[in-house]
Nanobody
Framework: QVQLVESGGGLVQPGGSLRLSCAAS????????MAWYRQGPGKQRELVAL???????NYADSVKGRFTISRDAAKNTVYLQMNSLKPEDTAIYYC?????????WGQGTQVTVSS
């Protein structure tokens, strides 16, 4: 079993920054890919960014150059640094991992970008 707990969401003005954290506990394998997804109002959940155990990362085109995903293996924590936030970034952000063909999700953290 894997537990994922997100934190760091909130209300921010356009152009501002936030850093999300995802703390993982339980049976985390060292080779696990960790990812951030988001679901905006009336939209489908979409992949925002992912990072491999080796540190390689991929991003959705809409966030490239603005968001940075990182991980601290010693703390079993994944971060999402979000800069130059736009109103269209407003969504619930979810942490995700997949192990032994089972998907694990956090409870989500709300990010609202508004003036």
């Amino acid at each position: 079993q894997v537990q994922l707990v997100e934190s760091g969401g909130g209300l921010v003005q356009p152009g501002g920054s936030l850093r999300l954290s995802c703390a993982a506990s339980g049976s985390i394998f060292s080779g696990t890919v960790m990812a951030w997804y988001r679901q905006g109002p009336g939209k489908q959940r979409e992949l925002v960014a992912l990072i491999t155990s080796g540190g390689s990362s991929n991003y959705a085109d809409s966030v490239k150059g603005r968001f940075t995903i990182s991980r601290d293996a010693a703390k079993n924590t994944v971060y999402l640094q979000m800069n130059s936030l736009k109103p269209e970034d407003t969504a619930i952000y979810y942490c995700h991992t997949r192990q032994m063909r089972v998907d694990y999700w956090g409870q989500g953290t709300q990010v609202t970008v508004s003036s």
